[in-house]
């Protein structure tokens, strides 16, 4: 609660008499001296301290000083002996905000925690408007010249100057995918994962539940983190939900490490809150022209690829065609013919691919969908296949079961599916590799995997690959031959059934990939 009241008092009684008047108003603790009033702030939020001068251990004015060292807009009211005007002079020099004088006039010393905390919540929104402001003249300055991600950084590092944290990270949503997307990280030793499922780990499940939060101590406190396993390095963590015009888009997230063991205040994450609200949209905006940048550079690239893939195979055509037109004996003439066929059914996929993500791209792809045993449809790739990892020496292993279920599906589609992703296998797995595909029923669902010993995937590119264009090491020195459509357009498939797909690679060169789709029974 942003206006808890610490009250700080050695005498019992006073404690309760203030106790039972701000009750009625406020969420109330208490402390019996400084150093108890310390540990109390260290291990909760406050909105406001009141305290008294004389106390043993540590009277009022050094717990004065140590809180504004420590927490500087955390307001704090001396109560004073009755006249004794220099210890007030004294209390508002060291920064208190107010004071009261013993005894006590119940109205005045409501009316005065009152006007604190009002005043430093106008504090702040002047603090934090000023900051979002300059932010605001730098970047419509910087818009059109700096790149998105320097902007990005700074925004950041903004926020993190503001309230001391020395680690942060912002998040949005990728609405379709359903995951948070890591658009900015500072500060951290070890690199965050790039993408957050939604409700998985603390940020995306405080995405999902949409309230502010300040973390602290570890998690083992915290119920629903009880799994989750804290960053030792980390003092307090606070994560603040980014909302544009109603709707969660969001997170941003800080946090204090060991060295500077604070624990984050209401008043600061009242701060951020207000801060991120002002710079949602610039936040939005950036991450949109950052994507655009991207996908020009991809579609460049991708352009490179699919001359580079028509050319290739037309070359040997042609080549071919050349040789032929001298006279050759027969087996020459079979060979170059096995080339012709095998190039221009190369280029007949390369093609047809295009056309297809042309199709599903403009949402125009029809699909036949008919009752189908899905045995027999990947038993068809089953020669192709054989023949293909054969030129490799790659140990090619199916298991599929007799009597699997129906499933509702595009035959043709689903075998393009398979015939993708043993494809890749094929060109990721170098020679003597093994490469599994399996079919099960497991309870609603019909899974098929396909699992290759190859050369992995890295964790933080592993949903970029499914990505129009998108490959893993996209400069010209990559061997392999593609465009990068591939799997957008077997996801794309995969969606049309009600199906997913999914990844796993520990990303280590040589771990080998898994790709998993499932299909729902009929
Ligand atoms: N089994 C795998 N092992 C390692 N990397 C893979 C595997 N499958 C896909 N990738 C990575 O994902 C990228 C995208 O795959 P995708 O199938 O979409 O494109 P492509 O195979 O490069 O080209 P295309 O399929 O259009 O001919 C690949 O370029 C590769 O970097
Ligand atoms: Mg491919």
């Known amino acids: 609660m942003a206006n808890k009241i610490l009250i700080v008092d050695d005498e019992i009684n006073v404690r309760k008499m203030l106790a039972k008047l701000l009750e009625k108003k406020y969420e109330v603790d208490d402390a019996k001296d400084g150093v108890e009033a310390v540990e109390k702030l260290n291990s909760g939020s406050f909105g406001l301290v009141i305290s008294d001068i004389q106390m043993p251990r540590m009277n009022g004015f050094v717990l004065l000083k140590e809180i504004k060292a420590t927490y500087m807009a955390l307001p704090v009211i001396l109560i004073t002996g009755y006249g004794n005007i220099e210890d007030a002079v004294k209390a508002i020099k060291l920064g208190a905000c107010d004071y009261v004088t013993k005894p006590f006039n119940n109205d005045e010393i409501l009316f005065i925690i009152e006007k604190c905390l009002s005043g430093v919540k106008d504090h702040l929104e002047a603090v934090s408007m ?40 912002i998040m949005l949503l990728k609405e379709k995918e359903r995951v948070l997307e890591v658009v900015v990280s500072l500060g951290l030793k070890k690199k965050i994962d790039r993408f957050i499922p939604v409700g998985e780990r603390i940020a995306g499940q405080l995405f999902k539940e949409g309230v502010p939060a300040i973390l602290h101590n570890g998690l083992k406190q915290y119920e629903k ?121 190369r280029l007949d996929r390369l093609v047809q691919d295009l056309l297809d993500f042309s199709k599903m791209g403009s949402g125009t792809m029809a699909y036949n969908f008919q009752d189908t045993a899905p045995g027999g449809l ?145």
């Open 225 to 345: 983190f009880r799994d989750i396993k804290a960053r030792s390095e980390i003092f307090s963590s606070m994560i603040i939900p980014l909302k544009n015009q109603g709707k969660i888009v969001g997170t941003m997230n800080f946090n204090r490490l060991n060295t500077f063991p604070y624990k984050f205040t209401e008043l600061e994450l009242n701060t951020m809150e207000l801060f991120a609200s002002y710079i949602v949209t610039i936040l939005i905006q950036l991450v949109a022209q950052r994507k655009s940048v991207e996908l020009d550079k991809l579609k460049t690239e991708f352009l490179g690829n699919v001359s580079h893939e028509l050319r290739t195979p037309l070359m040997s055509i042609k080549g071919a065609i050349e040789l032929m037109q001298n006279s050759v004996d027969k087996d020459t003439e079979k060979t170059l013919m096995g080339i012709m066929a095998r190039n221009s059914d």
């Open 378 to 522: 990947i038993n068809e790739l089953r020669d192709e296949f054989q023949n293909r990892f054969k030129t490799k020496n790659i140990r090619f292993l199916m298991d599929i079961p007799e009597n699997l279920p129906l499933i509702r599906a595009d035959a043709g589609r689903i075998k393009q599916v398979v015939s993708n992703l043993l494809t890749n296998a094929y060109k990721f797995t170098p020679e003597n590799g093994t490469v599994e595909l399996s079919v099960s029923d497991e309870d609603k669902k019909i899974l098929i995997k396909v699992k290759d010993s190859g050369i992995g995937i890295p964790k933080a590119e592993q949903e970029q690959i499914f990505e129009r264009f998108y490959q893993v090491d996209g400069s010209t020195t990559r061997t392999a031959e593609g465009t990068g459509l591939g799997l957008t357009i077997t996801r794309l498939i995969v969606e049309a059934h009600k199906g997913k797909i999914r990844v796993e690679s520990d990303g280590v060169p040589g771990s080998g990939t898994e790709f998993t789709v499932l299909l729902p029974k009929k």
């Open 130 to 169: 000023k900051q979002c402001m300059s932010l605001f003249e730098v970047f419509q300055k910087e818009k059109e010249t700096a790149d998105p991600d320097k902007l990005l950084e700074m925004i950041l590092n903004k926020s993190l100057e503001t309230i001391n944290a020395s680690s942060g990270s």
